[in-house]
Nanobody
Framework: DVQLQASGGGLVQPGGSLRLSCAAS????????VGWFRQAPGKEREGVSC????????YVADSAKGRFSMSAHKADRTAYLQMDNLQPEDTALYYC??????????????????WGKGTQVTVSS
């Protein structure tokens, strides 16, 4: 059974940092394209960052470039999203997801097959 569990969310002041973790089980991490998505109330779901299974290339959405970085550690089957200089517009429910698509472009276009429960990130003073 493929399972993903996101954690690490919380309340942080503007300019602060958080690191989200995504623990994967039931599949080999580097054979799946893994991504982070977020959804704020009243807004569409947005793909934030992704690591392609085919070549390890990391995609980061324009809204997160220069502030967020994603990594995946095969040994502990965990993917991370380091978020720095957080702003109120980053407030959302963050999900990690796994896709059998080999590239982030395909995973973002077709949507991942496997989703974890979200972790709430709130940026407020």
């Amino acid at each position: 059974d493929v399972q993903l569990q996101a954690s690490g969310g919380g309340l942080v002041q503007p300019g602060g940092s958080l690191r989200l973790s995504c623990a994967a089980s039931g599949f080999i991490l580097d054979r799946y394209t893994v991504g982070w998505f977020r959804q704020a109330p009243g807004k569409e779901r947005e793909g934030v960052s992704c690591i392609s299974a085919s070549d390890g290339v990391v995609y980061v959405a324009d809204s997160a470039k220069g502030r967020f970085s994603m990594s995946a550690h095969k040994a502990d089957r965990t993917a991370y999203l380091q978020m720095d200089n957080l702003q109120p517009e980053d407030t959302a429910l963050y999900y990690c997801a796994g896709s059998t698509s080999t590239t982030c472009n395909m995973a973002l276009y077709y949507g991942p097959q496997h989703w974890g429960k979200g972790t709430q990130v709130t940026v407020s003073s």
